[in-house]
Each structure stands twice: as C-alpha cells, then as structure tokens.
C-alpha cells in the first residue's frame, strides 16, 4: 500500500516553467516504478514520463524535450520539471507508482494560459 500526493500545480504563462512534485508514504519498498501521467476531459489518461524497472526514463512524444523526470530517493519524491509550456498542456498532472495494485494520487492541476 503506497500513498502518494501530487502538488506544485497552478497558472503559468505560455513559454513559462513549473516543478510538480510527488511525494510517496507507505510500503516504499513494494514499489517497482514511478511516473507521471496527465488527463484532459473525454481522454484517456496519458503517458508524460515513467521510470522504468531498469531506472531508465521514457517520455510522451508530446512533452519529449520539455519535460525532464527526476526523482529524490531519500525524500522518496519525484519531481517533474516542466519547461516551455504550452497551452496544450493543461491537464490534471497524476503521480503513479507500481505496486501491487498500482496506486494513483489525487492529481494537481496545471494551466497554460495567458
């Protein structure tokens, strides 16, 4: 059983960056992978970036380049740096992580706009 609280959301203008954070309690160790995922209204959630079981990081080809993963083992935090935003990526930012049933936070919204 892992909890996990996203925060770091908000309002950022086009062009402008943000950090998110997700902050992991619980059984740590029954963690197998991290990642960050994003949903608008009538979409499926989608991939932004996910540790793999390897320690490697793959990206959604929308935010390749822009966005960088990144995580705190100690803190047992995973950051999600977010730079030259975009319009379109305003969504609601979901932290997951791989346990034995796979856990999600409760999201942190972000907005684009000028």
């Known amino acids: 059983q892992v909890q996990l609280v996203e925060s770091g959301g908000g309002l950022v203008q086009p062009g402008g960056s943000l950090r998110l954070s997700c902050v992991a309690s619980?059984?740590?160790?029954?963690?197998?992978?991290m990642g960050w995922y994003r949903q608008a209204p009538g979409k499926q959630r989608e991939l932004v970036g996910s540790f793999t079981r390897a320690g490697r990081i793959v990206y959604g080809d929308s935010v390749k380049g822009r966005f960088t993963v990144s995580r705190d083992v100690v803190k047992n935090t995973m950051f999600l740096q977010m730079n030259d935003l975009k319009p379109e990526d305003t969504d609601v930012y979901y932290c997951y992580a791989m346990d034995q049933t796979g856990s999600w936070g409760e999201g942190t919204q972000v907005t684009v706009s000028s």
């Open positions: 619980g059984s740590m160790f029954s963690i197998s992978r």
